[in-house]
């Protein structure tokens, strides 16, 4: 059975900013190093109970652990959807932002105008809703929103699966 400190040193890490992937590894080696630990204690004759604290005393604060990994800057979650995560933001809030983002972007329009000759150019920009380019402004924003959510749903799809193992 997981030790409850690790369970709560894991959401420091994810709160410190680090990435999930990064968080799990950096837990399982915290554990494995501790339960070694433990088990020196042991056979230098110790209790159980003294074996973890002096095994919880080797390895340090929580905070020091935390200060330790969150200063390494290749650890960092960099991603939105790693930012809503982290902040335990329920999926449908960041997919909902993205959705509405892309449909909006996709009213922009411009248009630049250039003739030959004397006469000057025009150019032209603004955002709004056209009933000849409402189709094309549709699929615009589904291909632009299922580009950037397709990349979090498979990084959701593997956080589940990842715990769903870890809870096996």
Not at 82 to 99: C, D, E, M, S
Not at 114 to 136: E, F, K, N, R, V
């Amino acid at each position: 059975m997981p030790d409850r400190r690790f369970e709560n040193l894991r959401e420091a890490l994810l709160e410190a900013g680090l990435a999930p992937r990064h968080v799990r590894r950096a837990i399982l080696e915290i554990e494995d190093h501790f339960h070694r630990l433990v088990d020196e204690g042991l056979a230098r004759g110790e209790s159980e109970g003294d074996a973890q604290i002096a095994a919880r005393d080797l390895l340090g604060t929580d905070q020091s652990l935390i200060r330790r990994y969150a200063g390494l800057p290749e650890l960092r979650a960099w991603a939105f959807a790693v930012l809503a995560y982290r902040r335990r933001v329920a999926p449908q809030w960041p997919v909902a932002g993205i959705i509405i983002l892309c449909g909006l972007a996709s009213l922009i329009n411009v248009n630049v105008v250039l003739t030959g000759g004397a006469a000057p150019g025009q150019a032209g920009a603004g955002i709004g809703i056209s009933a000849d380019s409402l189709p094309g402004q549709t699929a615009h924003a589904a291909v632009t929103a299922a580009l950037i959510l397709a990349p979090l749903w498979l990084a959701l799809r593997r956080l589940r699966r990842d715990e769903a193992a870890v809870a096996d």
